[in-house]
């Protein structure tokens, strides 16, 4: 996954973006909300990990700042503090945040949050490229059965005699033309 690091703390910054570059994920680490959000104005990230508690903008302020920006597919943020407060912890989910920890952060409950995190980002790349290809898809299927239809029909013909019908005269070709486009529009009745 692609994550953004937000955190003042130098020491919880640098230890976390340790442990999450080991687990092989790509990570990019700001000091504080502002520099992050237009670290996410500029490029995709999956998962925004952010402090609550910063000078100047707080991480359930960076969440709302998140949500707005523009695009389709946001990063999925998960706050966490040095405060165990359920005031706070609501607060953070009622603001959009996909999650909340408590520091000291709990390793398997970050790597838990993580596979979480990432199993709902597949989920709405999946979404989203079955909402934008589904146009394509049923284009695609009807061409398909379009012609699987008119090789039926071709082969019904054949097996009824009706494939080697033969037209000999200038009006029997427009009467057959003629059916043809009636044969077209279902609304026509044509004997």
């Not at 700001?30 to 520099?35: F, L, Q």
């Not at 909402?131 to 239809?149: G, K, P, S």
């Not at 090789?151 to 000999?168: C, D, N, Q, T």
């Amino acid at each position: 996954m692609d994550i953004l690091l937000v955190d003042d703390d130098d020491a919880t910054r640098g230890s976390l973006a340790g442990y999450l570059t080991l687990l092989g994920h790509g990570l990019t680490a700001r000091p504080e909300a502002a520099s992050a959000l237009e670290a996410a104005r500029s490029r995709p990230f999956d998962l925004i990990l952010s402090d609550i508690n910063m000078p100047g903008t707080s991480g359930i302020e960076l969440v709302r700042a998140v949500a707005g920006l523009p695009g389709a597919r946001k990063p999925d943020v998960v706050l966490y503090t040095g405060h165990s407060d359920l005031g706070l912890a609501i607060g953070a989910l009622r603001a959009g945040a996909y999650d909340y920890l408590t520091k000291p952060i709990n390793l398997e409950e970050l790597g838990a949050v993580l596979d979480r995190v990432a199993e709902h980002q597949r989920l709405l790349a999946e979404n989203d490229r079955l909402t934008n290809r589904f146009d394509e898809a049923v284009a695609a299927a009807t061409t398909d059965a379009r012609a699987e239809l008119g090789r039926l029909r071709a082969l019904l013909a054949e097996k009824a005699g009706l494939a080697e019908v033969g037209i000999f005269s200038e009006a029997m070709w427009r009467v057959v033309e003629q059916a043809k486009r009636y044969h077209e529009d279902r609304g026509v009745p044509v004997l």
